[in-house]
């Protein structure tokens, strides 16, 4: 599960699905979803969904650019999609949230831990 889990971490942006991830764990597909959901508290989609949003708002905080070119970057095929996650996960908008958050000169380990949104 630990290594499905780092390759969701370290290729959050890339096409990953369950089939691909349980041949990582070395386990059947529908052994994976469930042993990942014990282990980790939610699904595999549902995890990875969640770190690309952690990435979007850092660029969202960071960054000038456009919400669908943010989009894309952390692996959304669809900015609707994209909003829509967002909005599930962090409780607002991709632009609300851009207007809202501000960025300081913290360690990142602080910002990742005083902005992890909980799913």
Not at 2 to 18: E, F, K, N
Not at 49 to 67: G, H, K, N
Not at 69 to 91: A, H, L, W
């Amino acid at each position: 599960m630990l290594r499905a889990r780092d390759v969701m971490d370290r290729d959050y942006a890339q096409p990953l699905d369950v089939p691909a991830l349980a041949r990582v764990a070395h386990v059947s597909q529908a052994h994976f979803t469930r042993t990942f959901r014990a282990t980790f508290g939610e699904t595999p989609h549902r995890y990875l969904q969640r770190r690309r949003v952690e990435r979007a708002m850092f660029l969202l905080r960071e960054t000038d650019r456009s919400v669908t070119d943010i989009s894309f970057e952390v692996g959304f095929t669809s900015p609707g999609t994209f909003s829509r996650t967002f909005r599930d996960i962090v409780g607002r908008s991709p632009r609300t949230y851009r207007k809202e958050a501000v960025s300081v000169g913290v360690p990142t380990c602080f910002t990742m831990a005083w902005t992890r949104p909980h799913a």
